[in-house]
């Protein structure tokens, strides 16, 4: 199968990627940073690919999808989850730049992938779209408001989308539950460690995705404890 991740750099995209490899999938991915892209590709040479890339950036995203669907072909599998959370404060003290680039990564950049790959699948007539959505696209908290204002829209966002694609295409928006990561530290600081590793998480998430299909199509799910 060919896996196309966001996020891969560290976190819940690096974890999904280390095991579809490890389980004889081939992982194309992104993520912005250089140092853990260029370790990616240390790592895990042909036919697997990663490029250092803003999900924001339109343009660059549209022409990275070229550039895979004519090396690799149409992705079977599309997992969206590249996002970034807000400093926990109150909403009205979020800096409007910290907003918008939260809105930009978190609900734009998962549009850009949409509209680079997903025409791709619709022509080849199979394919699934996974946006990693949370916890807070379903539920509040103090202090994330932005966050939690991207998440909802990653629910209404691959809802919508789910009635638009033709079956046996399908789109889900997947709760991956609370897990140790980056993130997760922003947030909860050593609060954090009681949760589990990116890798016991993937264990059980990377075969979870892999089982999903047009029955699943615009439900919100979670990655099953
Ligand atoms: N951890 C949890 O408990 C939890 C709970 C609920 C939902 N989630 C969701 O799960 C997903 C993964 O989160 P995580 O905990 O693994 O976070 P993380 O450790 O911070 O990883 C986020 C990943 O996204 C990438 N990224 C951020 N902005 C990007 C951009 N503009 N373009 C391309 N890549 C970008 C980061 O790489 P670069 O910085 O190198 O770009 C990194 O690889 C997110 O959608 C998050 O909202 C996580």
Known sequence: MLILITGVSRGLGRALAD?????????????????EI???????SEPHSFESLDVTEAIKVEIWSERVLGTHGVPDLLIN???????????????????????????KGVSNT???FVPHMIGRGSGLVVNISSGWGRSVS????????????????????SEELPD???AVPLNPGIIDTAMLRKCWKDGAAQYPSPKDWAERAAPFI????????????????
């Not at 989850?81 to 609900?107: M, R, Y």
């Not at 103090?142 to 989308?161: D, F, R, V």
Request: charged fraction near 15%; glycine fraction near 6%; include cysteine.
């Open 168 to 170: 046996p295409l399908a």
């Open 142 to 161: 103090a202090g994330m408001a932005p966050y939690c204002a991207s998440k909802y829209a990653i629910e209404g966002l691959t809802k919508a989308l």
């Open 114 to 116: 949409i509209r680079a």
């Open 19 to 35: 095991w579809y490899i490890a389980h004889g999938h081939t992982v194309v991915g992104c993520a912005r940073s250089g140092t």
């Open 210 to 225: 892999l089982s999903l299909d047009r029955r699943s199509n615009g439900k919100s799910l979670s990655v099953p404890e």
């Open 38 to 44: 260029f370790d990616l590709r240390f790592t895990y």
């Open 81 to 107: 989850n590249a996002a970034v959370v807000n400093e926990p404060a109150p909403l009205w003290t979020v800096p409007v730049q910290e907003f918008s680039k939260l809105i930009d990564i978190n609900i």
